[in-house]
């Protein structure tokens, strides 16, 4: 356990890598780390439901390839029954198609397996805490397929001052811990605010509440 911005962590980690070697290496980098601990590792997501339930994790590092129920299947189903987990999303190549299709299916940002691990472990960190989920390219093509989207109706969205505020914070790519500073409210009053915000917008990720944010001009 340590202190994080005058804030106690204890984020809980779980793995879904297919590489053995990998996920061992993973397992004991995080529970090696100040702050959080490996919930479960897993070769495969083909008992998703389960080994979540089991590792009831905060945040979860999944494979973007893996043999049976693929890592963008896995993201969809656990952001349906896991909604308030985060997912940070590992891929070995820059692949800009794949993290738009996780992102959208609500990853919280991505991650390449050769990132040092000293940075794994603060992506980690800022995934639990908001951390900004695209590149530019990813953001593109967020954008473009909003805007692809055939509008029926001008929809009402009845945000307060303060949920406005902190959505246009997220637009700025800004993290959950950096709102709360500039806002002076803690992270936790953040996150209740942001749930707010995607109920209201009928969204399930800080990526798709900022592309439609950006789409409907609602900052």
């Known amino acids: 356990m340590t202190r994080y911005n005058h804030i106690i962590l204890e984020i809980k980690v779980a793995i879904f890598e297919d590489n053995k070697l990998l996920r061992e290496s993973l397992q004991l980098l995080v529970n090696n780390a ?10 495969d997501a083909n008992k ?36 308030h987990v985060h997912i940070l999303i590992q891929t ?29 472990i603060e ?35 009845d945000l307060s001052g303060r949920e406005k505020e902190i959505l246009a914070l997220l637009v700025k790519g800004k993290s959950y811990k950096a709102i709360a500073t500039t806002c002076f409210i803690s992270i936790d009053t953040v996150s209740t605010h942001v749930r707010h915000i995607y109920e209201k917008l009928h969204v399930h990720s800080k990526s798709e509440a900022v592309a439609k944010a950006i789409n409907q001009k609602l900052v």
């Open 48 to 83: 998703l439901l389960r080994h979540m339930q089991i590792a009831d994790p905060d945040v979860v590092m999944m494979d973007i390839n893996m043999p049976g129920i693929s890592g963008i299947e896995a993201v969809h189903l656990i952001k349906e029954k896991f909604p």
């Open 123 to 157: 992506a980690i960190r800022e995934t639990y805490l908001g951390g900004a989920p695209m590149t530019a390219s990813v953001a593109v093509k967020v954008l473009q397929m909003f805007r692809q989207q055939t509008v029926k109706k001008v929809e009402f969205i």
């Open 92 to 120: 070995v190549f820059d692949d800009n198609d794949k993290i738009f299709a996780a992102i959208c299916a609500g990853a919280s940002r991505y991650m390449l397996k050769k990132t040092p691990p000293l940075k794994m």
């Open 34 to 43: 100040e702050g959080m601990a490996c919930s479960g590792a897993f070769p």
